[in-house]
Nanobody, 111 residues
Framework: QVQLVESGGGLVQPGGSLKLSCVVS????????MGWYRQAPGKQREMVAT???????SYADSVKGRFTISRDNTKNTVYLQMNSLTPDDSAVYYC?????WGQGTQVTVSS
């Protein structure tokens, strides 16, 4: 059974930073493409960033230059470093690999 467990969300002021983590159970983590998605109230879930097994990354235009996705295969963990946060970044952030999803972690950007 594959499980994805996110952590690191919270309340942060505009301009602040947060780092999300997602620990994945599963023997084959190192070959999986991992992704971070987010869903704000009343909006569709959208891709934020992805990273392949070869560490090739892609980002939504709205977060390019502010967010960085990375992975540590020794810890079965994928990270999302989020800088220069704005209220538009407020959402529930989900970790994903293929058909598997985490439970989500809330990020709220507000003064």
């Amino acid at each position: 059974q594959v499980q994805l467990v996110e952590s690191g969300g919270g309340l942060v002021q505009p301009g602040g930073s947060l780092k999300l983590s997602c620990v994945v159970s599963g023997t084959f983590f190192r070959i999986w493409t991992m992704g971070w998605y987010r869903q704000a109230p009343g909006k569709q879930r959208e891709m934020v960033a992805t990273i392949t097994s070869a560490r090739s990354t892609s980002y939504a235009d709205s977060v390019k230059g502010r967010f960085t996705i990375s992975r540590d295969n020794t810890k079965n963990t994928v990270y999302l470093q989020m800088n220069s946060l704005t209220p538009d970044d407020s959402a529930v952030y989900y970790c994903n690999s293929g058909k598997f999803w985490g439970q989500g972690t809330q990020v709220t950007v507000s003064s």
